[in-house]
């Protein structure tokens, strides 16, 4: 199971572009990369998902190195409402490991 | 289009009883899975059902049990309740069983207190 390492928390202020990183140095060849948000009280959803280099939806970017044991969640022009908690999720095929959230990141944005 | 539905809401048990929550997959999705999330952690992995059968499991005593119905709703069964038990349990459903991180759909979740 590829471990994965976050910030405990991060705060930002409105407008700015907001970047976590997240460290999963034992990656496997077959893991993907995906990203959930979490709000209090809710399940999580999905953000984005990537292998290697960038991903870009209308929501967020996902920068993935070549070497991919990190990959960074980039939010653009965040706003009060992207206050929630974010995990960093690797992993490959169904039944071939066990699969667990990371720590999460506690993302805070200030007005 | 209704999302993943989860019953009940919230629910209060004594230690040693025994729980059954109950998960509706979004419409035409095939793969539900279960997990636990302890206030303050991220959610972990209980198990993974596709086209009713068992496809992944995570590291949970057997006093946890699943199943997945024709119909592709689902349960998950906890006997002899601990007091470490209360969580919020979340069900996630997808369209494919290939590949768990392929994009799943939460739903709101079970708040079980073990008193």
């Known amino acids: 199971l590829a471990k994965t390492t976050q910030p405990i928390s991060m705060d930002s202020y409105e407008g700015q572009e907001v970047n976590i990183t997240c460290s999963h140095n034992?990656?496997?060849?077959?893991?993907?990369i995906t990203w959930y948000q979490q709000f209090p009280s809710q399940g999580p959803r999905f953000i984005i998902q990537?292998?290697?280099t960038k991903v870009t939806n209308e929501v967020a970017s996902l920068f993935i190195p070549a070497d991919r044991k990190s990959s960074t969640l980039s939010l653009p022009r965040v706003s009060l409402s992207d206050t929630a908690v974010y995990y960093c999720l690797v992993g490959g095929d169904f039944g071939n490991e066990k699969l667990t959230f990371g720590t999460g990141t506690r993302l805070t944005i200030i007005p | 289009d209704a999302g993943v539905t989860q019953s009940p809401t919230h629910l209060i048990k004594t230690r040693g009883q025994h729980v059954t929550l109950r998960c509706s997959p979004i419409?035409?999705?095939?793969?539900v899975s279960w997990y636990q999330q302890v206030l303050g952690q991220g959610p972990q992995f209980i198990f993974q059902y596709y086209e009713k059968e068992e496809r992944g499991r995570g590291n949970f005593p057997d006093r946890f049990s699943a199943r997945q119905f024709p119909n592709y709703s689902s349960e998950l069964n906890v006997n002899a309740l601990l007091l470490g038990d209360s969580a919020l349990y979340l069900c996630?459903?997808?369209?494919?069983?290939?590949?768990?991180?392929?994009?799943?759909?939460f739903g709101p979740g079970t708040r079980l207190t073990v008193t």
């Open positions: 034992n990656i496997a060849t077959n893991d993907y």
């Open positions: 996630a459903s997808s369209f494919t069983g290939t590949g768990v991180f392929y994009e799943q759909y």
């Open positions: 419409s035409g999705h095939k793969s």
């Open positions: 990537g292998y290697k």
